[in-house]
Nanobody
């Protein structure tokens, strides 16, 4: 089992920045994928970004078009913790954000964080 504990989030004004973190414990993957998703009220959960790692290296980050150039995903392999740095936040970024982890050969994300609220409002 993998436990994912999220931190960060909160209320920020439009144009502001936040950083979300996702700390993993329990079973570790030598190679895997960490993803970030979000769900706004009344909408389905959507993909935000993911990053792959193998051994001590990360590679191959992907982003949804609506966050490209504004969000940056990273992972500290030594600490088994992922981050999502969000800049130039917009009101439409308001949502509950979730991190998730899966093995590199697994189709679906098996483990999910508890979610954290991000509210962008003046």
């Amino acid at each position: 089992q993998v436990q994912l504990v999220q931190s960060g989030g909160g209320l920020v004004q439009p144009g502001g920045s936040l950083r979300l973190s996702c700390a993993a414990s329990g079973r570790t993957f030598s190679s895997g994928v960490m993803g970030w998703f979000r769900q706004a009220p009344g909408k389905e959960r959507e993909f935000v970004a993911n990053i792959r790692w193998s051994g001590g290296s990360t590679y191959g980050a992907d982003y949804a078009d609506f966050v490209k150039g504004r969000f940056t995903i990273s992972r500290d392999n030594a600490k088994n913790t992922g981050h999502l740095k969000m800049n130039s936040l917009k009101s439409e970024d308001t949502a509950v954000y979730y991190c998730a982890v899966k093995g590199i050969m697994t189709l679906n994300y098996d483990y999910w964080g508890q979610g954290t609220q991000v509210t962008v409002s003046s």
